[in-house]
Each structure stands twice: as C-alpha cells, then as structure tokens.
C-alpha cells in the first residue's frame, strides 16, 4: 500500500509499504478514508522530536471504515464508519476509567515507532488499530468523513482548553495561537458563553479567521499584547489564557497578561524543557497552571451531540485537501503555510 513516511528532518516521502495484519485478537484494520496533517506532526517534520525511525508512515488524525477485526473485538464490524483518538487506549486502566485516556497505561501514539517498537501512523491506505474496542468511536451516519477527523484531535483537543479555563459568561479569555487548536478553542470559548475573547498571532490570515469566529484579533508583531490586554480590562488583565503553541515565548506571553488569580491552560505541545516564570512568580500571582494531553476518546464522545445540534461548527478549519500520493506536497504546503493553509486533510 501506498504511506507517506519518515525519512529525516524535512524530509518525507510517500513509499510502498506492506498493509498491515491482525496481530492481536483485540485488534482492527481500518481502511483509512480522511487523514489530516497536525501541527504536531511539524515537531516530527523538523527535528523537534527525536528518536522517530526512519520509515514509520506519519500521522495520527484518520476517520475510516472497519474491513476487518480480530477474534476479540466485539464493538465493531467489517463495514462501520469509526474515528479515533490519537493515541489508543485500554479502557481498563484507572486514567480510562476516569476519562483520563491520554494517560492510559497502555497507551500508544500512532506514527511513532522507535527502535521499531510502536505504532504506524495514518497516512496509509490502511492502519492496524490495538485495542479496537476502547479506542475506536463509532463514527454517525449523518457525520462527514471531515468532521470525525476533527474530532480526533484538534476539535477536542480546542474544547479541552476551553473546558481547563473554568470559563464564566463575563470573563476576558485570550487564546494564544490561532491555528486549528485555537481556532477550535476560540470556538469553544463562544459555546461556553465566555464575553470577550482575543485571539494573539503573527498571521493575519489566521487572525481574521479567528475574527470571523468572533475573537477580538491582536496581531503580537505589531502590537504590545500585554498593553492591550491590561487596556481591555481595566489594568486588571485577563481571567484565563488558552496557550495553543507550545513555545516558551508564548507561555511566557500567557503568564505575563493573566489576571493574579486567573486560569493558564496550555495545551500546546511544549517544545522546550523550563517554564520562563519561576514557582515563586507563581506564588506571587496566584495563578493556576493546568496543562496537558488531551483525551480525545473522551472528549469526541462529548463533542458529538454538539456538532450534530449544531451547536458547533467544526469544517471551515479546512482549507486544503489532497490525495494521499500527493502527501510529500501537502507537507510542505502546510509547513510553508502557503495558499493562507490552515489545516490540510489528505485522502485515499
């Protein structure tokens, strides 16, 4: 089958591989019919996170059809539409138990093997799912291929943040980042009812799309963010940061406009090893850090009824799809942003 895999720093390339094979009687193969690029993915992409064998396929956001399962799985069929966190889960384990599936003790992130122990990734005709019956959800009928891939990851991931914030009707949040997970986020906030939300980016693009969704866009290359936000609350400053990157600027950017007392939720990948604050700047503000994996297995179940009320609207995020054999373009279109790329889907 065709897969788009890991060679080396920016370098993928779509490569034949074999289709993968019931190993356990617990698992599924998926014929996999929507896949997206993640903003995680780029840490991979370039170098951020290493150890990553050369040939794993890539990828870890797929909706698809079951077309065959093991002896042991008993929740799905050959021929049901499914989706699926991104990392799998035993259903078991006290952290599932408890909705808390990112922290399964058996967990997996798909597309990361390393000194060939792991899971392949999604960008693949076909994938092996461990665990079928508690990491699969089955996938609506009256649901797009494109909305379950959200909710794989990024939806979820968006609303987690939004939930972390303990948002009230009249506070100021800002959301850090206005990719797909703040975008995502911005929109939770709305659905909770929150009064004012501003989006923080470099991107104009992204920021008047966040606009579009309702945020207050603040441009941090051109304006002073933490003068803006101490101007939009009375010198206060704002009761909760959603941190949707993963850098330390942007982490310390989220300390620096909190209110003392207010929320920090950061559900960025965090792509570097300290905090730029100290615990006794903690200490001295008040403040409370939440931070993160999301469970999406729990939150695409929660997500579900709010999408198909129409409570949320999760497609306008996609900007791009290409076929599969087109993968190694698609990574570098999303990489370089081109084209005002916010979130690329790929297909069979």
């Not at 499914?82 to 138990?97: D, K, Q, Y």
């Not at 100290?278 to 409370?288: F, T």
Request: charged residues 25%.
């Amino acid at each position: 089958m065709k897969a788009i895999t890991f060679q080396g720093i920016k370098c993928v390339q779509l490569s034949e591989v074999p289709e993968p094979e019931i190993i356990s009687k617990k698992d599924a193969i998926v014929k996999i019919e929507r896949a997206a690029i993640c903003g995680s993915d780029m840490h991979v992409y370039h170098g951020r996170e290493t150890g990553i064998d050369p040939g794993t396929i890539m990828g870890h956001e797929f909706t698809g059809t079951v077309v065959d399962t093991g002896v042991e799985v008993s929740k799905f069929k050959v021929g049901d539409r499914v989706l699926s966190p991104f990392t799998v889960n035993c259903g078991e384990c006290h952290f599932c138990e408890i909705g808390l599936t990112a922290r399964c003790v058996k967990s997996q992130l798909y597309g990361w093997k390393e000194s060939g122990v792991g899971l392949e990734g999604v960008h693949a005709e076909y994938l092996r799912v461990p665990m079928a019956d508690a990491t699969l959800v089955h996938l609506p009928d009256d649901f797009s291929w494109e909305q379950g891939n959200l909710l794989a990851d990024i939806a979820s991931t968006g609303y987690f943040g939004a939930e972390l914030a303990e948002l009230k009707s009249k506070d100021t949040c800002v959301v850090i980042g206005c990719g797909p997970v703040g975008i995502m986020a911005i929109k939770a906030a709305k659905y909770f009812g929150c009064k004012e939300i501003v989006a923080v980016d470099g991107i104009d693009f992204r920021l008047e799309f966040a606009e579009q969704n309702g945020a207050i866009p603040v441009n941090y290359l051109r304006q002073n963010i933490v003068e803006k936000i101490l101007e939009r609350t009375n010198r206060i400053g704002a009761d909760s940061v959603i941190e949707a990157v993963g850098s330390k600027s942007s982490m310390k950017t989220a300390f620096d406009i909190l209110r003392p007392g207010g929320i920090l939720a950061s559900v960025g990948v965090q792509a570097f090893d300290q905090l730029p604050f100290s615990p006794s700047d903690m200490y001295d503000k008040n403040i409370i850090l939440k931070a993160g994996r999301c469970s999406s297995r729990f939150y695409a179940e929660k997500l579900i009824p709010l999408v198909q009320n129409g409570e949320i609207q999760l497609t306008d995020v996609i900007s791009h799809t290409f076929d599969l054999k087109d993968g190694v373009e698609a990574y570098r279109f999303f990489d370089e942003e081109k084209d005002k790329c916010l979130k690329v889907l790929l297909r069979p």
